[in-house]
């Protein structure tokens, strides 16, 4: 995460009443100073009120109101903003939005915060701002940086979290923040999650819904359901993954192990089991936890188990088996980057380094920031 304070950038003046900056007029009050943006290469020491701009003056304000949220006139700064740009929500949502779909994140979350500075009370803009983070975590993630990864992770949590408290609440915000916790394993907190929604869209009819609405309604009751019949609320199976996910493979194994005892048809336990043990190298067992998840109801339908038991083939050595896997997983999720990496380095080990390369700059195209994939084609 950036560690730059970006309030460096501005600089306050006191603009002389009756000062016009532009055909867009704006309610200067003289008493109070105005954050100005510092042009590139201009340290505010040779500051001209001839050449300021208004741009410069909102830039300002935007920097102020993303970074400094309790600036004693962030009300007035707003007000000025809004005068002077009155679609600027839409304006900086848009860009937000283009910005994050390109993997921008510094200047995404620039822009976010922004909008969330200039309207702290919308929960629309709040509810956005977790699903960034949720975004950006998962980036890092799959980027193997798992420090960054849990900042943003916690990052997005708590703007969830705002956005559940809302008055009146927003249904979409429990509906995503489920997906969020079925991304930690905590089930017992997604099922909840999934049900606050249904109960808030109880009363909507089909055409309130839409399609996109009676498709969510489906979707969290199947989820319900799901974690239901597979009892994945256990405490074992949260205290497994929480304990594989944190370096605690021994511990996790044991939990899980007990999660199965009682609950052996679960092929999310079985899946933790294996990824407990292929964290511990031990590939065998956990190829044959896999294909044992595979073998439960739902356990062919995640890229994810897949994508794990290719990982075990290949140190075991069995490289068609491998390819066939990570096909099967692709077919599933065609731009997972994981999944085409392994292939890169499974043709690394059948020492086919062309085809290799190849994988490895699709990845690039697909995250270009990836820097397993870069250092990968640098060496190839």
């Not at 910005?99 to 709040?126: C, F, Q, R, V, Y």
């Not at 059948?350 to 920031?369: H, M, N, Q, S, W």
């Amino acid at each position: 995460m950036a560690q730059t304070n970006p309030l460096d950038s501005v600089f306050f003046v006191s603009l002389p009443e009756g000062i016009s900056l532009s055909n867009h007029a704006m309610n200067i009050d003289p008493s109070i100073q105005l954050p100005v943006q510092r042009k590139p290469g201009d340290d505010g020491s040779s500051f001209n009120i001839a050449d300021l701009t208004q741009e410069q003056i909102l830039s300002g304000i935007l920097t102020v109101l993303a970074y400094d949220k309790d600036n004693e006139h962030a009300d007035y700064y707003r007000r000025i903003m809004k005068e002077a740009r009155p679609d600027i929500k839409r304006e900086l949502a848009e860009a937000a939005i283009l910005k994050a779909g390109n993997e921008d994140w510094d200047l995404a979350e620039e822009i976010w915060s922004a909008l969330h500075g200039l309207d702290p009370e919308d929960m629309a803009i709040t509810l956005n701002m977790a699903l960034f983070f949720d975004q950006r975590a998962d980036s890092y993630r799959r980027n193997d940086l798992h420090e960054d990864a849990d900042a943003y992770d916690a990052l997005a949590l708590s703007y969830y979290t705002d956005a559940m408290n809302a008055d009146p609440e927003i249904p979409d915000a429990f509906f995503n923040a489920a997906f969020y916790y079925l991304k930690k394993r905590n089930f017992s907190e997604a099922k909840s999650c999934f049900e606050s929604y249904l109960a808030l869209t109880a009363d909507l009819d089909d055409k309130e819904l839409g399609e996109n609405g009676l498709y969510k309604k489906e979707r969290a009751q199947e989820m319900v359901d799901k974690i239901k019949s597979r009892n994945l609320e256990d405490e074992q199976f949260h205290a497994a993954y929480e304990y594989i996910s944190s370096g605690q493979e021994e511990k996790g194994l044991e939990a899980i192990r007990k999660f199965l005892q009682s609950n052996p048809a679960v092929w999310n336990a079985w899946f933790l089991l294996g990824w407990g043990l292929r964290r511990l190298e031990r590939y065998e067992d956990a190829m044959q936890a896999f294909l044992k998840a595979r073998e439960c109801d739902g356990g062919d339908e995640s890229p994810d188990t897949l994508n794990e038991l290719a990982i075990c083939q290949m140190e075991t050595g069995d490289y068609d088996g491998a390819m066939d896997s990570l096909v099967d997983a692709l077919n599933m999720d065609p731009d997972n980057t994981k999944i085409i990496s392994n292939m890169g380095f499974l043709a690394l080990k059948t020492g086919k380094r062309d085809e290799a390369k190849k994988y490895f700059e699709t990845v690039l195209e697909i995250d270009p920031d990836d820097k397993l994939a870069q250092s990968q084609v640098a060496s190839l």
